[in-house]
Structures are given as C-alpha cells and as structure tokens.
C-alpha cells in the first residue's frame, strides 16, 4: 500500500512538470509539446522502476552504521539433565496459526485501487477485442485511388513498414491502430471520397503513423489504468491526445494542403459522425467533436509554428525528463529509507544479549541481520519502504516473528521472548513374558556418578539438584536469557493396557501440557491418541512425574511440555 502512494506521488511529479513545460511553449510547434508529454508518460511507466534503482544506489554509497559488534558472555554451564530411557530436549514452542487478519483500512484502499485498475484494463481490452474483430470483417482496399496515393505519401513521411488500408461496414468509423503493422480502417463510403479528401484523410492518418502516436498513446492508458485514482493522469492523456491531433494537422497543411480546404473537409467527416457515432475502440480518429473547435481555429490560423521537431529537440527534451524522473526518484529514495530499532528482553524483562535478528523484505527476499548489544538493543539501517518480516532467535526461546510495513518512518520494538518447550519422547513394548498382576518396576537408579563410587539414592540425587538450584549462579546475573533446564526428579513409567495386550492395538499418544513452577506437570491435554485406553495410561505415568522447574535468570518458571508416548505391541 505505500509503494502504491509512493509511485502515485512520484508519477505525479514527473507529469506535472511536463504539463507545465508544454503550457509554457504554447508559441512552440504542437509535435515538441506533444513529444514532452510523451516521454513523461514513459518517465512515469518507469518511474518505480527507477525508485529501486536509486535506492539501491543510496544504500550502496550512503553509508550503513555497522551492527553492533559480537558480544562476549559469560557462559553459565546448565544443570546435567537426568534420562531416565526416555530423551529431554528443549525446543522452540510450536507457532501458533495467525488468527484471522481483519479487512484494515489500508487492505480496503489496496482492494478499491485493484478494482479499479482491473475495470479500466478490462474496458481497453474489451476496445482491442472490438477493434480486432471489426479489422478481421474488413475487406482490404484495392481502388487505385487510395493506394496510389497511400504509397506516394508514405514515401515523402519516410515510412517503410507495411500500412493496410482496410475498409469496413461501419458509416463513420475512420481509425488508425497497430505499431509494427499499422492498419488504416476506412468507413464504408470511403471509396467514392473525392481526391482531396482522400489526401487530406490519408496525410492526417500517415502522419500518426510515421509519429508512433498510437503506441504512445497506449502506453497512456496503461499508465492511467494503473493511476485510475489521479486526475493528473486523465488530464495529461487527454492533454496528449489533443497535441497529437494538432501536430498530425500541422504535417497536413505543412504537406501544401491548404488551411480552408482541410477545415472544410473535417467538417463534413464531423457532421457524419454527429448524425452516427461509432462505437469506442482504443485508436485515435481524425475528428473528435470535443476538440474540433480549436483544431479549425489552429488550422486558419497562419501564425502557428508548424515545424516538426528536431532529432536535437527530441534527445534534449528526453534528456532533461530523464533527469527530472531520476531527481524524483533520489529525492524519494533519500526521504523513504527507514530504521528499525528497539531492545529484545526475555519474560522477566532481562536484556538478552548476541541474540540473532533478521529483518526480510516480503517483495525482494533481501535479509539484514544484526545481533543485540550487551543491553539488548539492536539497529537497522538504510531500510527501503516495503513489508519486512523482523525474526529474532536466542538459545533456549522460541523464535519471534513480527510483520511491519516501513514508509520512511523510524520504528522502534521492545521484543519479549519465550521459554522454548521441552520434548519427551518415551517408547512403552509390550513384553509377552508379563503378567497382568505384576506391579510396574521400580524407575533405574540416577545414572552413576564415575568409577569406584557408589551410585546415589533418588532421595540424594533430588537433594543435590535442589541445592545446586538454590546457588543458581544465574540468579546473580545481571543478564538476561540465564537458563537452567528442568531436571526429571520423579519418573513413573507408563503400562501396556493389559485389555490391549494381544489385541495388535498400538500406536503414538502425543500429549501437551505444562512444567508448573513447583515442578509438578499440569494442564495435560490429549493431542493425538489411537485409542483411548492408550491416552489414559500415558496421562496416569506423565502426570505423576516430578521436576527440579526450568529457572529463567533464577527464578523457576513455568514450561511447557510435550510428551510422545510410543506404545508397541507386536
């Protein structure tokens, strides 16, 4: 949405200087105004394109402050994570869905503009279709009154491509379209026109030709189409079309045509078309009811300049619209670049610090990445308008993604992430050689501690761990993102159902639930379950289990857990 603002302001810019340039050579030929116009219009159809440009050229030569330099902490060594046949990882928590975007005001201004540009492009193409299928029922012109002619005036325009001279059954219709195989559509009774008129008719149709005023004017409607919402846009290609008409006249009269006689004529095709219009396509005709005024007044009058311009004239005036167009964009680049900013904390407000943060452009898939200072603070720089995906990632929390839309402001965010969860999977194998009545075993010892030293007691172990928890070094720390990870205090292994037994009834259960700050698990919820005997065994066993809690910069917090029980029994 704001490149959209963007490219409009800039496009606007550029055409509101050439209108003001050709206003101001109103005592020059109609072809040099026309030939501004027209190159605004390409200036403008390019004009995004040239805004990437000098941005990428700002960003490449106007100095980027360097990210802040690595950070060197101070490693704190986690607490041994006791296995009991099972694994414990800490992973990033699992994003949750996006919930449903509401229509915004901006999505409403993007929605009205597509439709807008969609309905003007779909009645340009609805005029080529009509004017492709009026061509295709034409018959072409043989009568050597028009074709010796058509080829005599072509020769003194300069024109070597192939012009078809078509005539259809339409009484008015008298256009001229195509770039590289132009056609000339003649109304009906175009073939017992006197001799002048055929001149007249035939001089005014080459001269777009031999102009290219079609494909410009084209490229006009496109770009209006685009801009449908700015009336600079309609005014220049209006203001266009009318200078066309006047520099085709000026090569008329210029081609020794008389100013009266070619009034007349007009004037007769004119009352023609009053009595029956033809149907809209997308070419110019010769008479516009809208512009034949002033066009019967240029034509009489003796004092115009008609000099058609100069190849000198051509390269100046597009030179110094380039320029304007490359000015625009600059300034726009200068002005639009922005910086995003701000500091990244952990759940108790601590700063982290190193922590990775990537910014992605949506539209050109560029990456800046930056690390946070010793405070947590972080900057980036030289950021064109565009939608950014910011990412930030640290060891031990779940990765943070945040959207923006940047248009040349200064953001700043104060990001706050998350615990990770833990993962534990266990795998429960029904043994043939167990009865139904016999107890479940006893949990293995902790895990020992070297050779020649007699393995501690559970009872032991959970006081160890509680006490190196009690001097948790994080808790003196005056950094954030300090984690000790939880620490299995209690297993209970969970059972084959003794009603399943035999039954070739297994399966993965996947439970989710949460590591309490006491260390006990809550909050168990059934994620998946083949069968709900399987699911009721597994949340007896997890729910019993016992934890040292995970501790954020020495404060035990709460976690959360997901559990997958693997139950096989075959």
Known sequence: MSLLIESAIKVSLIVVVALAVASLMRTRSASLRHWILAAAIVCAALAPAAARIARAWHVAF????????????RAVPPAPVVVLSETITVTPSPALPAPPERWSVGRIVFATWLAGALLCLAILAI????????????????????????????????????????????????????????EIILPIGADAWPADRIRIVLCHELAHIARGDWLVQML??????????????????????????????DAVLSAGIEGSDYAAQLLDLARAVKRQRHPWVPAQAIVRASN?????????NAGI?????????????????????????????????????????????????NATLTLTNVQTDAKHEVHSDQ?????????????????????????????MAL????????????????QETISIKFDASETSTAPPPPPPPPPPPGPGVSPPSWEEFRDRVRAKRASDPCAQSSDGGCLMPPVKLKDVKAR?????????????????????????????????????ELSASAIEAVSQWQFAATQLDGVPIETSINVTVNFSGR
């Open 292 to 300: 034949l005024e002033r066009r019967v007044s240029a034509m009489l």
């Open 127 to 182: 005029g080529f279709t009509r004017l492709t299928w009026i061509a295709s029922r034409s018959h072409r012109v043989e009568n050597d009154a028009w074709t010796t002619q058509l080829v005599a005036i072509a020769e003194a325009f300069g024109i070597t491509r192939p012009i078809l001279l078509l005539q259809s059954d339409h009484p008015t219709l008298l256009v001229t379209w195509g770039a590289l195989a132009p």
């Open 407 to 422: 248009t040349g402001e200064n953001v700043r965010r104060t990001l706050t992430m998350q615990v990770g969860s833990i």
């Open 375 to 403: 405070a947590g603070r972080f900057e980036f720089v030289g950021l064109p308008s565009g939608d950014y995906v910011l990412q930030a990632e640290f060891l031990g929390f779940a990765t943070m993604k945040d959207r």
């Open 496 to 532: 084959f159902p003794d009603s399943l037994k035999g039954t070739k009834i297994d399966g993965v259960v996947l439970l989710r639930g949460a590591i309490g700050a006491d260390g006990y698990v809550h909050n168990l919820q059934i994620v998946s379950s083949p069968h709900p």
């Open 220 to 249: 006009a409607e496109v770009v209006r189409s685009a801009y449908w919402f700015n009336p600079i846009l309609w005014i220049a290609s209006s203001r266009m079309r009318q200078e066309s008409e006047h520099a085709c006249d």
């Open 305 to 353: 300049n008609r000099q058609p311009i100069t190849r000198k004239g051509r390269l100046s005036a597009a030179i110094a619209l380039t320029g304007v167009t490359l000015l625009v964009a600059g300034f726009g680049a200068a002005q639009t670049l922005s910086i995003v900013s701000g500091t990244i904390v952990d759940p108790l407000g601590k700063s982290l610090a």
């Open 62 to 73: 106007g100095g980027r402050s360097a990210p802040p330099p690595p950070v060197a902490r």
